[in-house]
């Protein structure tokens, strides 16, 4: 029976992963002098299925929500900043912010570089959002406040953009 229940939970958390319940049914399955063999085979697996191409980087949302659960911060920090996106970044960046907050400054910092390369009042309105979550990092404001700058210098012909971010850390 408990061999059925370890089958099952492991069967479906890698094949039904949106929720870490399945995960959590499936540790308590194991011996906890067998857990670390038994996460690094879950890990290997979810690389294994995660697909990369050329054009594209497929960030794994159950690899990080397994590096959190286990409190694995080097290796979320890893995924997020491979992911190189801004929506991923500012998802995880709470978790990080603690022991990694001057990467997480440089990589917000390129994400929202690329980010507002996009034009539109939505994308000025997120990369306010992304600017003020970046400001609240250790020693962030000043990135912040010097990334304002430079993007208002850079699209001066962005009118709209100028208006949604002048007013930002007066």
Do not use: C
């Not at 890698?14 to 906890?32: A, F, G, P």
């Not at 794994?60 to 995924?79: H, K, P, Q, R, V």
């Not at 500012?90 to 917000?108: H, M, P, T």
């Amino acid at each position: 029976m408990q061999y059925e229940l370890h089958y099952l939970a492991r069967s479906m958390f890698l094949n039904h992963s949106d929720s870490m319940e399945y995960y959590r049914i499936y540790k308590r399955t194991v011996e906890k002098a067998k857990w670390s063999a038994e996460l690094s085979s879950i890990i290997d697996e979810l690389k294994k299925r995660r697909k990369t191409n050329a054009w594209h980087y497929h960030f794994s949302y159950d690899l990080a929500n397994i590096y959190i659960e286990e409190e694995m911060w080097g290796e979320l920090f890893i995924e997020v900043k491979d992911a190189n996106d801004i929506s991923v970044t500012s998802r995880y960046a709470k978790y990080l912010q603690d022991g990694f907050s001057s990467q997480l400054i440089d990589i917000y910092r390129d994400s929202i570089v690329k980010y507002a390369q996009r034009t539109g009042r939505n994308i000025y309105e997120d990369t306010k959002k992304y600017l003020k979550e970046m400001s609240k990092l250790k020693n962030g404001l000043f990135a912040a406040k010097a990334l304002k700058e430079e993007l208002l210098n850079t699209y001066k012909n962005r009118p709209a953009m100028k208006e949604i971010l002048a007013p930002l850390f007066r």
